[in-house]
Antibody, heavy 116, light 109 residues
Framework: EVQLLESGGGLVQPGGSLRLSCAASGFTFSSHAINWVRQSPGRGLEWVSA????????IYADSVRGRFAISRDNSKNTVYLQMNRLTSDDTAVYHCTRWINYYDYWGQGTLVTVSS | QSALTQPRSVSGSPGQSVTISCTGTSSDFSDYNYVSWYQQYPGKTPKVIIYDVNKRPSGVPDRFSASKSGNTASLIISGLQTEDEADYYC?????????FGGGTKVTVL
């Protein structure tokens, strides 16, 4: 069974940093791109970042480029999202998702709250 | 990378058909045809109901169909049922980024 489990969310002050983790199981991890998609309370879905299977290719939404960094450790079946210079606009539930030209599996998400 | 444009809400009676449009720029819809649609119930994670513009995953009822023409993708729900009341999001991957629509709330009257 495919599972994606996010962790690392929490309350952080504006300007602060957090690192999210996404632990995957139930599939050949290194063969799949993983994305982060966020959803603000009561709002829609927003794509954040993606990384390919071997970690050599990454892409970012304009809203986070230069502040967020995605990476993966295929030996640990884990993807990370390092988030720096956080603002209130980054407050959301962050989901990791498996991408096969569409999102077929989603984690339950981890809540990031940016507030003083 | 502005969100694809969807109507905020659509509604219909059971048995009727509703169409949700999803409009973007020429950059948002490419020849890749990686357009997908997601259904989301409150408090739940999204579920794919259409991929590759018009393909349905196994288990998705055939009352869900979709198409794309130019810079607009469309989701059609035929024979609306009460369980179709949910939020629906379009999604496109033109190659350099992924973009979602703003979401449409479908209400079954």
């Amino acid at each position: 069974e495919v599972q994606l489990l996010e962790s690392g969310g929490g309350l952080v002050q504006p300007g602060g940093s957090l690192r999210l983790s996404c632990a995957a199981s139930g599939f050949t991890f290194s063969s799949h791109a993983i994305n982060w998609v966020r959803q603000s309370p009561g709002r829609g879905l927003e794509w954040v970042s993606a990384i390919n299977g071997n970690g050599q290719s990454t892409i970012y939404a304009d809203s986070v480029r230069g502040r967020f960094a995605i990476s993966r450790d295929n030996s640990k079946n884990t993807v990370y999202l390092q988030m720096n210079r956080l603002t209130s606009d980054d407050t959301a539930v962050y989901h990791c998702t498996r991408w096969i030209n569409y999102y077929d599996y989603w984690g339950q998400g981890t809540l990031v709250t940016v507030s003083s | 990378q502005s969100a694809l444009t969807q109507p905020r809400s659509v509604s219909g009676s059971p048995g009727q058909s509703v169409t949700i449009s999803c409009t973007g720029t020429s950059s948002d819809f490419s020849d890749y045809n990686y357009v997908s649609w997601y259904q989301q119930y409150p408090g739940k994670t999204p579920k794919v109901i259409i991929y590759d513009v018009n393909k349905r995953p196994s288990g998705v009822p055939d009352r869900f169909s979709a198409s794309k023409s130019g810079n607009t993708a469309s989701l059609i729900i035929s024979g609306l049922q009460t369980e179709d009341e949910a939020d629906y999001y379009c999604c496109s991957y033109p190659g350099a980024y992924v973009i979602f629509g703003g979401g449409t709330k479908v209400t079954v009257l």
